[in-house]
C-alpha cells in the first residue's frame, strides 16, 4: 500500500511540471491548509480603514532579479544552493504579500510552498 502512496505523489509531481519555457503570466496557486492573516487599508466613504483578510491560498508568480537581491545575507551557500531560510522571503515576494505575512507560513507547508517555488528559480538556484 505504501508502494502506490509514492507511486501516487509522483504521479501527482509529474502532472503539475512546469514548462519548460514560462510565459510572463505562469502562476502556480498552493491552498494552505493553515490560513495566513494580514491587514489591508480600504477606503470607504473618503476615509481609510484596517480591515483583517485572511489568506488561504497563495498565488506565487515570476520572480525577477530585485528579489534576489532583496533576500537577507547568507541566503546562498557555499555551493550556491538556496538556503532554506530564503524560502520565506521568496514566496513572499512571488506571492506579493508582505515578508511578515509569510512568516506565518506553517512549517507543516513550507515544503509544498518550496516545491512550487521552484519553476520559478534558475537551475543554478
Not at 7 to 32: C, F, G, H, N
Not at 37 to 43: A, G, L
Not at 64 to 93: M, T, V, W
Request: hydrophobic share 35%; glycine share 2%; aromatic share 4%.
Amino acid at each position: 500500500m505504501e508502494n502506490q502512496e509514492i507511486k501516487k505523489d509522483q504521479e501527482q509531481e509529474q502532472e503539475q511540471e512546469a514548462p519548460k519555457t514560462l510565459p510572463k503570466d505562469y502562476t502556480v496557486s498552493i491552498t494552505l491548509d493553515y490560513p495566513l492573516e494580514m491587514e489591508r487599508t480600504v477606503i470607504e466613504n473618503n476615509r481609510p480603514r484596517i480591515e483583517k483578510v485572511e489568506v488561504k491560498k497563495l498565488v506565487l508568480k515570476r520572480l525577477q532579479g530585485k528579489h534576489l537581491r532583496a533576500l537577507p545575507e547568507g541566503s546562498f551557500l557555499n555551493n550556491g544552493d538556496l538556503h532554506p531560510s530564503a524560502i520565506i522571503p521568496l514566496a513572499a515576494y512571488s506571492a506579493d504579500i508582505p515578508v511578515e505575512v509569510a512568516d506565518q507560513i506553517d512549517l507543516r507547508e513550507i515544503d509544498k510552498v518550496s516545491r512550487a517555488l521552484v519553476p520559478f528559480l534558475p537551475k543554478s538556484l
